[in-house]
């Protein structure tokens, strides 16, 4: 909880302020601040302002904070304008959980002027000595309280009708307890609001995941024909000798079924040309539906990966951890988080993974170069590897191994925990004439054996 104003008043009581120097800010977030101070008494000491948060307070402090890598316009200011200034004149406004400060330097005097209020009153407010605002953590035009304006000072003559009083504390200072309460409170507290938010995120990521799952599983379920395809071309296949060119159609018993059943045909197409068409279907079809059926399997391991990931994260992540999760990616990462596949570092070099055929062609067509390394499981369907190269340096053996086990866990060979694959450079691809997304077909490419190694599979992947 924030100080009331009598809580305010002992914090001043305590504290070094008159006299002593700023020396350094640092900036903790938009509304808190260390402002590191040095007294010929004390020596150098540290003082913790945070405003317009529910554990609003100024406060001596022992704890090192993190710094915001960013540092926000009025912070700039601070450290061009307050530091190397002596604090003089500290002074609280009557009953109420604000006070101000002279700034000293040898050329003129300033005034720091900092609200603990509930609300839009909040706010940390630096004025020349006739109370014209310089600078303010907080532009308020509705309150008047911008550059240049002249600062309202509204002073209580009582406390109204709230009694406050000190809180009962059991440390040598009330400093040092607000200091560790008020931390121990807020940290609980956001941790508690970061929780909220990684769960929220967690199911958003679910859903859209389960949504894809969905939509996956009906492809499955659409491409299931194909068994009827090769069906009918068996019942063709026996009778063939029956089927002559200019034919649009034929009636064959069927054996299976009983009756008989009325298979379409090409006029144009020879018997033969037209029974390879109907394979030609059966295999485009078969093909299909193992995609679609491999890509819902990855679905709902990533289903499983990101319900883990989540779980691991909430039952035993730090603060800062599950802070981290919740930040959007900075600039410089857009464009990294927006890439296809997955991408990870090995032993200094960069892979890429493809995890469907999607993936796999996307990463062909924008992320690669000739030189780079392309790994793809024998005899399985599965996601590309690619090893992005180095100038002037090979792929390490080690590098490889994990490549090939990273190409294993994404494909259909994952079961054997074991396969043969084969790699070379990307410019020794070339696409298949009218094939599915992705398909490339090798040339000069080398072989490899390699066995899964799912712990380092981890490591990776983290």
């Known amino acids: ?40 008494t004390e020596k150098a000491w540290l003082l913790y302002i945070e ?23 009025f912070t700039q200011y601070m450290n061009a304008h307050v530091v190397g200034r002596r604090a003089e004149n500290i002074r609280q406004y009557p009953f109420d959980r604000a006070f101000s400060m002279d700034l000293v330097s040898s050329e003129n005097t ?35 309280e911008e550059k240049g304006s002249v600062l309202s000072i509204e002073e209580r003559k009582d406390e109204g009708n709230r009694h406050f009083t000190l809180r009962a504390y059991d440390t040598p200072s009330f400093n040092e307890f607000i200091d560790r309460s008020s931390s121990v409170e807020s940290s609980a507290e956001r941790k508690a609001e970061i929780e909220e938010r990684i769960r929220e995120k967690r199911d958003k990521e679910i859903a859209a995941l389960r949504d894809k799952l969905s939509r996956q599983l009906r492809r499955v379920s659409e491409t299931e024909g194909f068994f009827e395809t090769k069906r009918i071309a068996d019942l063709l ?24 059943i009325a298979v379409s045909l090409d006029p144009a197409l020879s018997p033969n040309e037209n029974l390879e068409k109907l394979y030609q279907k059966y295999r485009k079809d ?28 909430l039952e035993t992540g730090s ?3 599950l802070r981290k999760e919740t930040e959007k990616p900075k600039d410089g990462r857009k464009d990294e988080e927006k890439k296809s596949g997955v991408w990870v570092t090995v032993s200094g070099f960069d ?25 793809h499981t024998r005899d399985y369907a599965g996601g590309y590897v690619i090893i992005k190269a180095k100038k002037g340096k090979s ?34 691809l070339r696409r298949a004439k009218d094939g599915k997304t992705g398909l490339v077909i090798p040339t000069q490419e080398r072989n490899i054996s390699a066995v899964l190694d799912e712990k380092r599979v981890k490591e990776i992947l983290g």
């Open 1 to 40: 909880m924030s100080l009331n104003w009598k809580e305010l008043e002992k914090i001043l009581s305590e504290l070094p302020l008159e006299g002593s120097y700023v020396q350094k800010i640092t900036e903790h977030s938009v509304n808190s601040f260390t402002f590191s101070m040095f007294s010929r």
């Open 51 to 73: 405003v317009s948060t529910p554990y609003a307070r100024v406060c001596r402090t022992d704890h090192i904070r993190k710094k915001d890598q960013r540092m926000q316009r």
């Open 110 to 144: 300033i005034r720091m002027h900092i609200r603990l209020f509930s609300g839009p009153g909040a706010n940390i407010i630096i004025t020349d000595s006739e109370n014209r605002i310089l600078e303010l953590l907080y532009r308020r035009p509705g309150r008047n």
């Open 237 to 260: 296949s026996a009778s063939i000798w029956q089927v002559t060119k200019g034919m649009r159609s034929i009636e064959l018993d069927d054996w299976e079924k009983g009756g008989k």
């Open 286 to 313: 078969k093909r299909a539906h193992e995609i679609a059926a491999e890509d819902a399997e990855r679905t709902r391991e990533e289903i499983e990966s990101t319900e883990e990931r989540y779980r691991s994260l």
């Open 319 to 321: 603060a800062e951890k």
């Open 351 to 375: 892979l890429i993974i493809g995890r469907n055929a999607k993936e796999n062609d996307e990463i062909l067509r924008h992320y690669t170069r000739g030189s780079d390394l392309w790994l």
């Open 395 to 428: 792929v390490p053996l080690p590098v490889l191994l994990d490549a090939a086990s990273l190409a294993i866990h994404y494909s259909k060979a994952k079961k054997n925990g074991k396969a043969d694959l084969y790699y070379t450079e990307v410019k020794y």
